[in-house]
Nanobody, 122 residues
């Protein structure tokens, strides 16, 4: 019910925009977050946005480089990633929270999409 797309291979310093499209039932009134998982590491929080789109939260590692936004008319959440670094390489997942606000707590996310791979070459 959540479909992430937009991953690919990019050089250091480049940009990518990820999209997360959800069935209206799963995220129309829910906060949505992006998480990522690098090989051999735990899944970590990247960014989140409230259902109204008026509140956002970012991990310190991406703050100032990534921007999360949402289009409620198409039920799509975007993650604009600029100034990419090799350490941003991971599978990126979008998820819908049980709550309306933006949250970094992984346990609050009930619906997960399949991931999209982002590879940043040095």
């Amino acid at each position: 019910q959540l479909q992430a797309s937009g991953g690919g291979l990019v050089q250091t310093g480049g940009s990518l925009r990820l999209s997360c499209t959800a069935a209206r039932r799963t995220s129309s009134n829910n906060g949505v977050g992006w998480f990522r998982q690098a090989p051999g590491k735990e899944r970590e929080f990247v960014a989140a946005i409230s259902w109204r789109g008026d509140d956002t939260d970012y991990s310190e590692s991406v703050k100032g480089r990534f921007t999360i936004s949402r289009d409620r008319t198409t039920n799509t959440v975007y993650l604009q990633m600029n100034s990419l670094k090799p350490e941003d390489t991971a599978v990126y997942y979008c998820a819908a929270s049980r709550f309306a606000y933006a949250t970094s707590s992984k346990s609050t996310y009930a619906y997960w999409g399949q991931g999209t791979l982002v590879t940043v070459s040095s």
